[in-house]
């Protein structure tokens, strides 16, 4: 089990920029597939990008060409660039990593509010 542990949440206006960071445990950290979960309350949680262990990307569509994913393996982290912030962007993102079919863990949530 690997313990992950978000950072970079808060408030931001709309069109500004966030950066969120994900921090894993371990030494397996290089195998995972890494992901960003969003969810606002009373919605379903939705993937918002991902990352492989082979540095394969993808998006949700609403959020291609304004959020990054990436990731380091020397630091054991992942980072999403939020760029041209929407209200509708406002969620608790939640950092994720599987492997295989074995292991699935979830960093307890980092909140980003989009707001004038």
């Known amino acids: 089990q690997v313990q992950l542990v978000e950072s970079g949440g808060g408030l931001v206006q709309p069109g500004g920029s966030l950066r969120l960071s994900c921090a894993a445990s371990g030494t397996m950290f290089s195998s995972y597939v890494m992901a960003w979960y969003r969810q606002a309350p009373g919605k379903q949680r939705e993937l918002v990008a991902i990352?492989?262990?082979?540095?394969?990307?993808n998006y949700q569509d609403s959020v291609k060409g304004r959020f990054t994913i990436s990731r380091d393996n020397a630091k054991n982290t992942v980072d999403l660039q939020m760029n041209s912030l929407k209200p509708e962007d406002t969620d608790v993102y939640y950092c994720?990593?599987?492997?295989?079919?074995?292991?699935?863990?979830w960093g307890q949530g980092t909140l980003v509010t989009v707001s004038s």
């Open positions: 994720n990593a599987k492997r295989g079919t074995y292991m699935d863990a």
């Open positions: 990352i492989t262990n082979g540095y394969q990307t």
